[in-house]
């Protein structure tokens, strides 16, 4: 294959490493803007494990799941496989910038994953005055302090020992292509056998259509809600081992079975709620505290007009918000909003919902027994933000951070099984954050 990386200077042509000249081109992005996570997907079908790894990084995002681009590379041999997340203007920005430097990539590639894969101690190179990181379940082009905290591993005076990054090839099955979805290389689509035999069956289709409209709607939609209710009883009994009675009482139950698994979700809502807030101008988050009943009250903070528009913004995201005054308060999840009470979209929306339960509860039985308080309190002052002395008794004190590492460490300690009980988190004087952590014994 013939490869090539993007830099902040251009694009620099790195060679063959077959020594042909018309290998297919692999364009290698170390961007910042693209975040990587290593996840256990329990699909098989493609597109089915694309919409898995799109509820599944609803937790990981930092933005409306609408806004990203999402690729899913091939299974590994421990059966996860590497998930990207970058935002749809990035991406194309990306791809702009390789055609006008006359690159016109047959794949494009993460750069952090050509690192040596992970094993025990991440895999580290330096790409200008940053580091491209590689654990066993994240990756991505950080900063050298930040790299230390999300590796464990120190960088203080080592990151010149560092080697630069500088591939000399590219795996024959690449480890992920960001070339999917809408960015995926167009095929001459009308001319394949298999479009027109579809072509031709869909218009036979039209044509019955046309022939008796009602009729044929309302049996079309009888059948469909009948397949996602029963899609959804086989989805409960097969995640729970146990069959319900009808698709109502499965979707309950998989919805129960997903807030047990799941916890508090508290690294999802805060990543979700300080996206919010951020993006409007003046508006900040003061204090966040975690319910007994589960429910996140936020105080906001700011001018007033900017603080009346974060509960409209909040109120169409993936968790149930309520705003009152300069507070508002993030609930369970919706998988969505149906487009209206029709019996169709309520049963649409059910196995959404189902589908992202039973990813969830499936994730929580693949990381086997839950974070002990000792194990979330280690990873905490690993990362250098709580006091040995002040983390025991499942109660553990972070006097000061910062929100781009503190958010993202809760929601990564989650991901690995972590379930807090209670939190309250305040900003400090300087914009970092305090925090007071308890740890679901």
Do not use: C
């Amino acid at each position: 294959m013939t490869f090539v990386l993007e830099t902040e200077d251009g694009v620099l042509h790195l060679g063959s490493d077959d020594g042909d000249g018309d290998s297919p081109l692999v364009a290698l992005l170390p961007g910042d803007d693209i975040a990587l996570h290593r996840l256990a997907l329990t699909e098989t079908d493609v597109r089915e494990r694309l919409s898995e790894a799109r509820m599944r990084v609803t937790d990981l995002a930092a933005q409306p799941i609408e806004e990203l681009h999402v690729a899913v590379g091939p299974v590994d041999a421990d059966g996860h496989s590497w998930v990207a997340l970058i935002e749809r203007q990035r991406m194309a920005d990306h791809l702009a910038h390789l055609k006008a430097a006359g690159a016109d990539p047959a794949h494009v590639v993460p750069a952090a994953l050509l690192l040596d894969a992970a094993e025990g101690a991440p895999s580290m190179a330096r790409f200008g005055d940053r580091v491209l990181l590689r654990t066993s379940d994240l990756a991505g082009l950080v900063e050298p302090s930040l790299a230390s905290s999300l590796s464990g591993t120190s960088l203080l005076g080592r990151f010149v020992q560092l080697s630069e990054f500088a591939p000399a090839s590219v795996p024959d099955e690449l480890p992920l292509d960001l070339l999917q979805g809408e960015f995926a290389p167009r095929d001459r689509w009308w001319r394949d056998r298999r479009f027109r035999l579809w072509a031709g069956a869909l218009a036979l289709l039209v044509l019955l259509l046309a022939l008796a409209p009602p009729l044929i709607d309302r049996a079309r939609g009888m059948a469909a809600i009948a397949a996602y209710d029963q899609a959804v009883v086989e989805l409960a009994a097969q995640t729970l081992g146990q069959r319900p009675a009808d698709a109502v009482a499965g979707a309950k139950a998989l919805a129960g079975a997903r807030a047990a698994a799941e916890g508090g979700a508290l690294g999802a809502r805060l990543s979700f709620a300080a996206h919010s807030i951020e993006t409007i101008p003046g508006a900040r988050f003061d204090t966040v505290k975690l319910a007994p009943d589960g429910a996140l009250a936020i105080g906001l903070g700011g001018p007033a007009d900017a603080i009346n528009l974060v509960g409209p913004r909040m109120a169409g995201g993936p968790f149930v918000a309520e705003a009152d005054g300069t507070s508002v308060t993030l609930g369970d999840r919706v998988a969505g909003r149906p487009a209206n009470d029709s019996a169709l979209s309520l049963a649409m929306l059910r196995l959404v919902a189902a589908r992202q339960d039973a990813a969830l509860v499936a994730a929580a039985k693949a990381r086997g027994t839950p974070m002990t308080a000792d194990q979330v309190a280690a990873a905490l002052v690993t990362a250098g933000l709580a006091d040995p002395a002040a983390a025991a008794g499942g109660r553990i004190a972070i006097p000061a951070a910062r929100s781009t590492v503190l958010l993202p460490l809760i929601a990564d300690l989650e991901m690995k099984g972590a379930r807090f009980s209670a939190a309250e988190i305040r900003r400090n004087a300087d914009e970092t954050l305090s925090a007071t952590l308890e740890v679901r014994p």
